[in-house]
């Protein structure tokens, strides 16, 4: 069975930090590009971070850039995102995915697996 499951979600004040995991079972991750999304209420999932499983492309959304970093762990079939200095407006379900899809792109379509998501709020 196919299967992407998030972790690491909470609330956490501004300026703080967390790290989201997503581990894979079912398949390899690394022959896949894979990426975390995230989607507010009223909003469009949008990308967050994608990156390449061949070579070292790497995408970041410009409101996370500095902020947030991709981890991917081919031995352990999982990869992390860390998310520091975080603000009001990152409040958000994050999902992470993979796909055959151009990470340097880092939209929803082309990633064909999901996971449930994780719940991220950001709260003083």
């Known amino acids: 069975q196919v299967q992407l499951v998030e972790s690491g979600g909470g609330l956490v004040q501004p300026g703080g930090s967390l790290r989201l995991s997503c581990a894979a079972s079912g398949f390899t991750l690394k022959t896949y590009a894979i990426g975390w999304f995230r989607q507010a209420p009223g909003k469009e999932r949008e990308g967050v971070s994608c990156?390449?499983?061949?070579?070292?492309?790497?995408y970041y959304a410009d409101s996370v850039k500095g902020r947030f970093t991709i981890f991917r762990d081919s031995a352990k079939n999982t990869v992390d995102l860390e998310m520091n200095s975080l603000r009001l407006e990152d409040t958000a379900v994050y999902y992470c995915a993979a796909g055959y899809a151009n990470p340097l792109v880092c939209i929803p379509i082309g990633y064909d697996h999901w996971g449930q998501g994780t719940q991220v709020t950001v709260s003083s």
């Open positions: 990156a390449s499983t061949i070579d070292d492309n790497t």
